[in-house]
Protein backbone atom coordinates (compact mmCIF):
# COMPACT_ATOMS: atom_id res chain seq x y z
CA UNK A 1 0.00 0.00 0.00
CA UNK A 2 1.66 3.50 -0.89
CA UNK A 3 1.80 6.04 2.00
CA UNK A 4 1.30 9.44 1.53
CA UNK A 5 2.70 12.61 3.20
CA UNK A 6 0.79 15.09 5.38
CA UNK A 7 1.50 17.73 7.92
CA UNK A 8 -0.52 17.59 10.80
CA UNK A 9 -1.32 20.36 13.19
CA UNK A 10 -2.72 18.69 16.70
CA UNK A 11 -2.55 20.78 19.69
CA UNK A 12 0.18 19.51 22.51
CA UNK A 13 -1.86 18.07 24.91
CA UNK A 14 -3.49 15.65 22.29
CA UNK A 15 0.27 14.73 21.01
CA UNK A 16 1.37 14.17 24.43
CA UNK A 17 -1.70 11.89 24.75
CA UNK A 18 -0.89 10.43 21.74
CA UNK A 19 2.95 9.55 22.37
CA UNK A 20 2.22 7.56 26.06
CA UNK A 21 -0.66 5.82 24.38
CA UNK A 22 1.88 4.77 21.46
CA UNK A 23 4.63 4.21 23.88
CA UNK A 24 2.18 1.42 25.88
CA UNK A 25 1.18 -0.09 22.48
CA UNK A 26 5.25 -0.09 21.32
CA UNK A 27 4.48 1.82 17.91
CA UNK A 28 5.48 5.45 16.96
CA UNK A 29 3.51 8.47 17.07
CA UNK A 30 2.64 8.37 13.37
CA UNK A 31 1.77 4.36 13.76
CA UNK A 32 -0.74 4.66 17.04
CA UNK A 33 -2.64 8.02 13.81
CA UNK A 34 -2.53 5.44 11.34
CA UNK A 35 -4.15 2.71 13.44
CA UNK A 36 -6.60 4.84 15.72
CA UNK A 37 -7.80 6.05 12.27
CA UNK A 38 -8.26 2.72 10.48
CA UNK A 39 -9.89 1.44 13.47
CA UNK A 40 -12.51 4.58 13.74
CA UNK A 41 -12.89 4.06 10.09
CA UNK A 42 -14.00 0.52 10.41
CA UNK A 43 -15.97 1.11 13.51
CA UNK A 44 -18.29 3.76 11.51
CA UNK A 45 -18.38 1.73 8.46
CA UNK A 46 -16.43 3.69 5.73
CA UNK A 47 -13.47 1.35 5.30
CA UNK A 48 -13.49 -1.96 4.67
CA UNK A 49 -11.41 -4.94 6.79
CA UNK A 50 -8.63 -6.05 4.80
CA UNK A 51 -8.82 -9.67 3.13
CA UNK A 52 -6.40 -10.80 6.18
CA UNK A 53 -9.19 -9.40 9.07
CA UNK A 54 -12.37 -10.65 7.17
CA UNK A 55 -10.92 -14.15 8.00
CA UNK A 56 -10.80 -15.85 3.86
CA UNK A 57 -7.73 -17.27 4.55
CA UNK A 58 -8.05 -18.77 0.73
Given at each position: M??K?????????????????????????????????????????????????S????
Amino acid sequence: MAKKAFALRIDETLLSALQRFADDEFRSVNSQIEYLLNEALKKAGRLKPTASESGSDS
